[in-house]
């Protein structure tokens, strides 16, 4: 078959533009031709067995020619398979044959132009979609559990639809911040939860409300973190009212909650603003039980902790007047405590401080 200049130039601007290899189309074309044909002549020629078609496009003019692929014997048995040797000599006078030789019989169909050039476009379009989704899904499948930033494209019921360029990802009612209003428009990062390949395209879920949301965005705003000299060690939250943080430094000269912190606050008060006020409270982790629960328990005075580890709990004596403050409003600042820790929390004031007294109880949940 003539070449097809028009087709090697569409397939040239189409890899230039699209970032999508010629060879991959080529492919795609041929594929998607090879069926057409198959179909073809299953129909209308009963001369032409079907499974040994090959549809062949030339790489330079682009050329289309269908063989049928025939096996050279000393005596046919199947003419729709095999070929003799003189038979094929006849068709090939320049080629070298012999016996056992596969030759490549055009068989190109009368209608075939009509045929391409409709099946063509199909292919090209169809591996276009599946190249892009595949590109898509392998940009983002590399930022899973990482930070990106997006637009607020609309509200889909009460999940939220983000623009992250290529593509749209979800952020469904259950992974927002309660406290949170956004506009159309509105710029803002958000976590990548989940990567899933689907026959429709990636289909990207994110958070703002997943406490790793917030190590990224520390991550990201202190060095000494991205550095690894300051390690977060554990996070408790609920997103939109108040976060605890525990961290450590490796290197003694490294104050790792003043790193965390910055500069008249200037660290921490960023992640604050992207987080719409969320309070950040940030204390040094220690790997003695007690000590971290008393940190933990901070911004509260504690006058003693008895930690039991074999039993993953702990009773704190604090004075009256800081009762209320250990407990926070509604029990969070314990609640939040006994999460980080990973300890069952008794508190109870110092003027109650019996065995025989209730302590106020509170546990990871």
């Known amino acids: 078959m003539s ?31 090879l069926a057409a044909c198959k179909n073809e002549f299953g129909k209308t020629d009963s001369n032409i067995k079907v499974n040994n078609i090959k549809v ?70 169809q591996k276009i979609r599946e190249e892009e989704r595949k590109v898509i899904y392998n940009q983002f499948i590399t930022r899973e559990h990482e930070i990106v930033t997006g637009l607020v494209q609309h509200y889909n019921g009460k999940n939220i639809t983000v623009n992250l360029g290529k593509t749209d990802a979800i952020l469904p009612e259950n992974e927002q911040i309660p406290t949170e209003h956004f506009k159309i428009n509105d710029r803002i990062k958000v976590y990548v939860l989940e990567v899933k390949d689907t026959t429709r395209g990636p289909r990207i879920t994110v958070s703002r409300s997943n ?12 060095t000494e ?9 554990a996070i408790a939250r609920e997103a939109g009212y108040r976060t605890k943080m525990a961290v450590y430094s490796s290197d003694p000269e490294v104050d790792p909650v003043g790193a965390c912190v910055g500069l008249n606050g200037a660290r921490v008060n960023a992640i604050v603003d992207e987080l719409c006020g969320e309070k950040i409270d940030i204390i040094c982790w220690s790997d003695d039980p007690a000590v971290l629960i008393e940190n933990a328990l901070s911004p509260a005075k504690i006058i003693s902790v008895e930690a039991y580890p074999e039993d993953k709990w702990a009773r704190v004596i604090v004075p009256d007047y800081q009762l209320s403050l250990a ?30 007294d209730e302590y106020y109880y509170y546990e990871e949940t």
């Open 3 to 33: 070449g097809n200049k028009e087709l090697i130039e569409a397939l040239n601007q189409i890899e230039k533009e699209k970032d999508i290899s010629k060879e991959v189309l080529f492919e795609a074309i041929e594929n998607s031709l």
């Open 56 to 125: 062949n496009i030339n790489r330079e003019n682009g050329a289309i020619d269908v063989f049928a692929e025939k096996k050279i014997v000393e005596e046919v048995t199947d003419s729709l398979t095999e070929i003799t040797l003189d038979e094929a000599s006849k068709l090939f006078p320049k080629k070298k044959l012999a016996i056992d030789d596969v030759v490549n019989i055009v068989v190109t169909p009368k209608n075939f132009m009509r045929i391409s050039a409709q099946k063509a476009k199909q292919a090209v379009v």
């Open 211 to 222: 406490k790793e949301l917030v190590k990224r965005l520390f991550e990201e705003e202190v």
């Open 225 to 233: 973190v991205s550095d690894g000299i300051v390690e977060i060690k």
């Open 327 to 356: 407990i926070g409003r509604e029990g969070q600042n314990a609640r939040l405590a006994a999460r980080l820790t990973g300890y069952k929390i008794d508190i109870k004031p110092e003027s109650q401080s019996s065995d025989d």
